[in-house]
């Protein structure tokens, strides 16, 4: 994911979901703060943190392992 950000201020510690398969995930950009799994128990919600700075872009990677 891409979070573009063009305000000339930043973002400490920003959130950011996924809803992916269930399994276990690496997570690059970012970092884990909670993985949830779905009521209907098909995937999982990952809520990741994330510094997204002034005027720039963040980028968070999550790949299966």
Known sequence: A???NLLLERFPKGRVRF????G????AGGRLESKL???DGRFHVLA????I???DIATITVKPL
């Open 2 to 4: 891409t979070v573009t």
């Open 19 to 22: 809803v992916v398969p269930p």
């Open 24 to 27: 276990e995930y690496a997570i």
């Open 37 to 39: 799994l779905s009521d």
């Open 48 to 51: 990741v943190r994330v510094d």
């Open 53 to 55: 700075p002034a005027s």
